[in-house]
Structure formats: C-alpha cells, structure tokens
C-alpha cells in the first residue's frame, strides 16, 4: 500500500496531502477516489480513505490508526565521509535497516573532502533518499542525515549515546558480545576507504567508544555500515 509523510496531525478526521505527493498520488499512481493509502505523522500510521484528489492537495479520511513499528533502539551510523555515490547507498540501506540517522564524519584518511557549500548541495538529495527508503521499508519517522562534521564533533556527539561503537579492523569486541540498551540510543562509527589511522582510533577509545570487530575479512566502507545495522537489529530483535 501507498505510504505518504506529512507533518500535521488529522484535524476533523481528515489529512490533506500536498505538493509533489498529491501530484504523485493522481498522476504517476493514477490513484482513484475510494482507494486507500497509508499517512504518517508523528509516528503514528493513519489508514486513510481518498476522499478528494487534484494536483496541489488529496483529501484523505482516517479510517484508522496504530503506532509505526520502529526499532526498539535508536540507532546513528556516523560515516566517515565517503564518495558521494557511497553515501547515497549507505543512506538508502541504513534507512531500509532502521537507522535513525546518518552522520557524515570527517576524518583524516577521507578521499571525498567537499567545500561545506558544496555538499550543502547534495545533502537535499541523500536526504530524498533517506525519505524514500522511509517509505519504502514502512518506516514510520524520515531519517535524517545532516552536515558533515568534524571527528572530534563527533567523538562528543556520541559519548552522549547510552552506547558508542568504533569498526576497527585491527580488532576489538564481537558485536555478538555487547549488551544493547533497549529503548536507548547507539552509535557506530564507520572508517573511510583507507580506514581509520591508529591515532584515531586509540582517540575514541580513550573518549569512551567501543571498538567492534567485524571479522578476518575486511569489509567496504559501504559494506561495513550495512552489516553492522542489520547484526544490530537482529540482535536487539528488530529483524
């Protein structure tokens, strides 16, 4: 079924949805009066009766409504920055998995070292992505992935998390081994194409992270991300 976000609550029974998703729901889906589709907002999904469609607004009546099945912990992949195209994937399946957010990280070994103006202006399109894999996997918030930020902005970032993990490939805990605090916040930090320099690493270790490893065979900076959500989930019964 259709799934569609927007930021107002129901008022009178009603949700109204505009701008390109009404254009999407009469023109590209061909949608008909009397069909149903699924609104989010607020993390709470509506089941909703089209009631009116025109190209700048769709009128929609809530049938009924249930809490979105989100993960019992609130998972942020902070990754150091990679080229674009790898982000754009690590966005997508992060998202699809469960993340919350995804937080681009600069750090020493990076290749992709863009002007701030100039990812200013790629971040509407990750963040596009992010919105449809939220669709996609029926997702019930839009994950958000922001600004690059510095390493040591990180590093404070996270040691606010009830758990802040480091992929280091020179070893370090299973993930297997950890306990996942349920109903808190965690954080993984992902290394770059050239991983992680040592310094770095003895950094954050001494900040509070945890180091993880995820084996003998060392993954791709847009593989790595992706695995470690999904053991995550699965861990934590999200999966």
């Known amino acids: 079924m259709p799934r569609f976000f927007v930021d107002e609550a129901p008022v009178g029974g009603n949700i109204i949805i505009s701008g390109d998703d009404a254009r999407h729901i009469g023109r590209s889906l061909r949608m008909a009066v009397g069909e149903q589709v699924t609104v989010c907002s607020g993390g709470v ?3 909703c009766r089209l009631e009116k469609i025109t190209d700048s607004e769709v009128v929609c009546s809530v049938i009924s409504s249930e809490k979105s099945k989100e993960p019992n912990i609130s998972l942020t992949v902070f ?3 990679p080229k674009l195209d790898k982000l754009e994937l ?3 399946k992060s998202v699809e998995l469960g993340a919350v957010g995804v937080v681009p990280v600069l750090t ?3 290749i992709s070292r ?3 103006n100039q990812f200013e202006k790629k971040l509407e399109r990750l963040n596009k992505i992010s919105l449809e894999a939220a669709k996609q996997s029926g997702r019930g918030i839009i994950p958000q992935v922001s600004g690059i930020i510095s390493f040591e902005n990180c590093l404070e970032r996270m040691k606010k998390l009830d758990l802040g993990l480091i992929c280091y490939e020179k070893g370090g805990k299973r993930l297997s081994e950890l ?7 965690v954080g993984v930090l992902i290394g770059p194409e050239g991983g992680f320099e040592q310094s770095e690493a003895e950094i954050a270790a001494s900040e509070g992270l945890i180091p993880v490893w995820l084996g003998d065979r060392i993954l791709r900076t847009e593989t790595a991300p992706i695995a470690v959500a999904a053991i995550i989930m699965n861990l934590t019964n999200n999966i």
């Open 45 to 47: 999904d509506f089941l």
């Open 79 to 81: 990754q150091a920055l």
């Open 90 to 92: 690590i966005v997508q």
């Open 108 to 110: 020493k070994r990076c």
């Open 114 to 116: 863009p002007e701030k």
């Open 179 to 185: 306990e996942y605090p349920v109903g808190g916040s």
